[in-house]
């Protein structure tokens, strides 16, 4: 028939070049058994109409080709939910960055429409573009079939125990590690100069930078940044090792406290420059003073901070 020829023919222009015969042949013969089987029960030959209804309900041309193709699919069912994953912590991540700079931004400027349009504009941009980057990471690994074999390979016994640490506490602590980390990970990058948070009164050409005593504790704070981040990390994925935990807290807490120290010596901490020099020592003198007290409230709070968490830890061996 004139239709079963021009679905057929539709249905050949979409294959595999390779398979197309054996494909056809096959895919023939099922319509020839369906419309003898149709023919059998009404007792007549079907009309046109009814043929051309019997081939709706075998699919499309395209679509009836596409399952006779490999995956065509970008990311498949099963990995796609660890894609999502990965990609909801990665986006994470670059919006605090660009919110934290977008922040920055409006303190130091007069026109804050402006200011909010280029962070608005530059956090979309930023988040296409790692969304884009994560899509084709996994593609990749979808292709490339390492997740068949981590899948294979998995045991149970290596879960972390969420499920009595986790799961009797409201969402927003459960989730609290995962904010730390990308909080902390947003700090490395500023540290590291991956962007720039200006500060600078408004209309004067005052002028603030780090005074040269960071220049020596570069890396000190990337390490016990990292850690903290470590910290949370395991707090997350297993709160069960307690040890290991207790001993990054009293790490971080100590180097945090010796960096205090060191900071609380050298006394200033910011240069301020600028033409004006009345107005760059008004400025210089109230910076040094409450970087100072500010020096000294992060000390007390991050010994009060590690008591806390030395005493919840405690708590969850009872």
């Known amino acids: 028939m004139d239709l079963i020829e021009r679905y057929l023919g539709a249905v ?29 029960m009404l007792g007549r030959p079907l009309s046109r109409d009814e043929v051309s209804q019997l081939l709706r309900e075998f699919g499309h041309p395209l679509a009836v080709a596409s399952q006779y193709h490999g995956q065509r699919a970008l990311i498949g069912a099963e990995v796609f939910p660890f894609y999502w994953f990965a990609l909801k912590v ?3 991540i670059v919006a605090v960055i ?26 979309i941009h930023s988040l296409l573009y790692n969304a884009a980057l994560v899509t084709l990471a996994f593609a990749v690994i979808e292709r490339t079939g390492w997740l ?4 294979a390979k998995w045991k149970p016994e290596e879960l972390p125990d969420l499920g009595k640490l986790r799961l009797d506490v409201p969402p927003k602590k459960r989730w609290e590690p995962v904010f730390e980390i990308a909080f902390g990970i947003a700090f490395l990058v500023w540290w590291a100069g991956g962007y ?7 209309d004067t050409d005052v002028r603030a930078a780090a005074a040269p005593i960071w220049a020596g504790l570069y ?8 850690a903290r981040i470590l910290l949370s990390l395991i707090a997350f994925l297993r709160p069960a090792w307690k040890p290991l935990r207790a001993a990054l807290i009293l790490g971080c807490s100590a180097g945090t ?7 609380h010596e050298a006394g200033r901490l910011v240069v ?22 500010a020096v000294i409230v992060v000390a007390a709070v991050t010994a009060f901070q590690c008591a806390k968490e030395l005493y919840q830890l405690w708590k969850e061996r009872r």
């Open 272 to 293: 301020v420059t600028g033409s004006d020099a009345d107005k760059v020592a008004k400025i210089q003198q109230s910076l040094d003073k409450s970087l100072e007290v």
């Open 196 to 202: 720039t948070i200006p500060f600078a009164p408004h």
């Open 148 to 151: 068949d074999t981590y899948l």
């Open 257 to 263: 406290l010796i960096l205090a120290k060191i900071l």
């Open 219 to 226: 890396w000190p704070v990337v390490a016990l940044v990292a």
């Open 98 to 123: 660009e919110l934290v700079q977008m922040g920055g931004g409006l303190v130091v400027t007069d026109n804050f429409a402006r200011a909010i349009a280029h962070g608005s504009n530059a956090l």
């Open 12 to 40: 050949r222009w979409n294959l595999p070049a390779a398979k197309a015969d054996d494909i056809i042949a096959e895919l023939a013969d099922l319509i020839a058994a369906r419309i003898e089987d149709r023919e059998e």
């Open 90 to 92: 990665v986006l994470a």
